[in-house]
């Protein structure tokens, strides 16, 4: 089989790489190498590629900045998706499409099913939802979109690696205690793409995050235990729990975002948040 993986140089698009199976080859491109808006020059990669699937990992992925670069989201959140969906369902391409919990109001308080009702908050999940309608309406029959939360990996730019750096620079942190949901590790989401890849019917919307539920408060003393036991620590820091009322950002986060991954379970295994929380840790201590 043959997979092209769009978002080269994100986390998502390298935990794919890393994490491929023999069965399969597959090839990474960046922004630097295609431009998913033109239409003509994706159709032509396509052809000299002739891939059996398609996974999406490439998003416009700055939830703050989004609130004011809102084209610059929806060209490649709506617009970009739009185009891959017209075109794989020309070329019959089956497209493994990876979207947001930001999709949801958090007005909830037990996990996200796949078919609770959206009603996403801000740019980013607006923009992130308009591709998700794409693909349902363009390429319905061999398309799947897969809805994940707080993702990290060693890879990139992310939440972990940020509190590894903060903790070692500072005294004293705060940390938000009122958003809930779960952390994704990337290579584990990364996994569960692929062994979903080679399902014979996957035309719906999954959830994916690792198991278990936690604030971000919680995840970063975590971060702060773990990390210092494996040395990516080295100096002492006092985290606070603060309200989201003390940490203003100019996008509107859900309160609550755990999703529902039961029927993930079915194809993949997910293991606690913790679990993997570790195997991320341990593998920046090796790069
Ligand atoms: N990060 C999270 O916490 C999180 C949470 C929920 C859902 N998700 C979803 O998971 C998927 C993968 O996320 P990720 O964390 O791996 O994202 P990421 O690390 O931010 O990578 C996204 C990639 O998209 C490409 N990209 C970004 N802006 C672009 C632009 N303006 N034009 C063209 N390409 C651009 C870049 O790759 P190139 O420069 O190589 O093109 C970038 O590395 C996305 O669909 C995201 O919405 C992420």
């Not at 620590?233 to 755990?258: D, G, M, V």
């Not at 529902?260 to 679990?275: G, V």
């Amino acid at each position: 089989m043959k997979a092209i993986i769009f978002g080269k140089s994100g986390q998502l698009a390298n935990e794919l790489l890393a994490t491929k199976p023999n069965s399969y080859s597959a090839k990474c491109f960046g922004r630097n190498d295609i431009d998913l808006l033109n239409v003509q020059n994706v159709e032509a990669l396509l052809q000299t590629e002739t891939p059996d699937v398609i996974i999406n990992a490439s998003a416009y992925t700055l939830v703050d900045k989004a609130e004011t670069d809102t084209e610059a989201a929806y060209s490649l959140n709506e617009l970009a998706v739009k185009n891959l969906a017209v075109l794989s369902q020309k070329h019959n391409i089956r497209l493994i499409h990876v979207s947001t919990d930001f999709v949801f109001d958090g007005a909830k308080s037990q996990s996200y099913k796949p078919s609770d009702e959206t009603n996403p908050k801000s740019i980013y999940g607006k923009s992130k939802l308009a591709g998700e309608l794409a693909i349902q309406e363009l390429h319905p029959d061999n398309s799947v979109i897969i809805r994940t939360s707080w993702v990290y990996s060693s890879f990139g730019n992310n939440f972990v690696k940020t509190m590894l750096k903060l903790m070692n620079d500072r005294d004293e942190l705060g940390i938000v205690v009122d958003q809930i949901g779960c952390p994704t590790y990337a290579k584990e989401l990364a996994y569960f793409i692929w062994a979903l890849s080679e399902e014979a019917d996957i035309n719906a919307i999954y959830h994916w995050s690792d198991l278990g539920v936690t604030s971000w408060y919680d995840f970063a003393c975590a971060i702060y235990e773990k990390g210092t036991k494996l040395g990516l620590i080295t100096s002492s820091t006092s985290i606070k729990p603060i309200p989201s009322s003390s940490y203003p950002t100019p996008a509107e986060r859900p309160k609550f975002s755990l999703l529902n991954t039961d029927d993930s379970q079915a194809i993949y295994l997910a293991k606690h948040w913790q679990i993997q929380l570790d195997k991320c840790l341990k593998e920046l201590t090796s790069t």
